[in-house]
C-alpha cells in the first residue's frame, strides 16, 4: 500500500495514569492495538510498546492485558492491567459495563438536536445490502442490541476552507464493532474523516489501493476518521479512577 500522505499523526502513546495493577495511556492514530495478519512486526503496535515500556514487570512475572479496544484510526485512552488480578477484575467490569467511555467525534453538518440516543441494532452489512467493504456494520432490527448516547457541544459553521461540523459527544452503552461511527452516519452525521462510514465507501477500496492521495484528502478533509476516546471512568481496588485525554492537534484544528 502506498502511503504518500500519512494516515493521521505519529504512531505513539502517552501514559496518563499508573499504579502497581493497571495502567492507561492515550494512543495516537495510526497505531496498531495488536500485530495483526502478514503485516505482523512491519509497524509498531500499542501492545509491542507497552511490553517495552513495562519490560521490568513483566521480568517480574506480570503482563500486559489490553482491557478496551480502539480502531486504529480512533486515538484516544486504552485501559490495560499489569497483573492477572486486575486483567480479570477489569475484564468483569467491562462485560458487566461498569467501565464508563466517553468519546468526541466531529461530525459532518450541524445537528438539530442538542442531545440524542440512537438504539439501532448492528449486524454486518454483508447479506443485507451490496458492500464491497466486509467490515462495514449496518443498523438492522436483526442486529444485536445497541445503545448510543450523543451530546452536541459546539457547532461550527461553514468557511473558506471548511464545511458546516460539529463536535458531539459520544457515550456507548454497548461494545459493538464500529458502533458510534455507524450510528452517526444513520443519524444523518457521519464522522469527518471517515473512510466507511463518512458517505461514500468507495474511498475506503481507493485508499486500500493507492493509499492515501491528495484526492482523498481534498475530499475526507481530515486524514483519519475525527473519533477520539476522551475519558474513561473505572473502579478498582475500591478506588474510582477517572482518565482524561484532551483532543489531538489533527482533531483540535478542525475547530478553529
Partial sequence: MKRDYPIAVHAAFDTIYEDDDVLVVSKAAPLLMHPVGSTAGAEPTLWGGVRALLAYELACGGQVSLINRLDRE??????????????HELGCAMMQRTVRKTYQAIVQGLPAWEAAAC?????????????QVRVRRACHPLG???????????????????PERALVECRPHTGRMHQ????????GHPIVGDKIYGGDETRYLRFVESGFTPELLRE???????????HL?????????????????????LLH
Fill in 233 to 253: 471512568e473505572f473502579c478498582y481496588a475500591g478506588r474510582k479512577i477517572c482518565a482524561h485525554a484532551p483532543l489531538p492537534a489533527d482533531m483540535a484544528a
Fill in 74 to 87: 480512533t486515538s484516544g485512552l486504552v485501559l490495560i492491567a499489569k497483573t492477572r488480578r486486575a486483567a
Fill in 180 to 187: 458510534i461511527r455507524a450510528h452517526l452516519e444513520y443519524m
Fill in 220 to 230: 475526507l478533509i481530515l486524514p483519519r476518521h475525527a473519533l477520539h476516546a476522551s
Fill in 119 to 131: 438504539a439501532e441494532p448492528l449486524c454486518p452489512m454483508a447479506g443485507l445490502a451490496p458492500t
Fill in 144 to 162: 444485536k442490541p445497541c445503545l448510543t448516547e450523543f451530546r452536541v457541544l459546539r457547532r461550527l459553521s461553514a468557511s473558506a476552507e471548511l
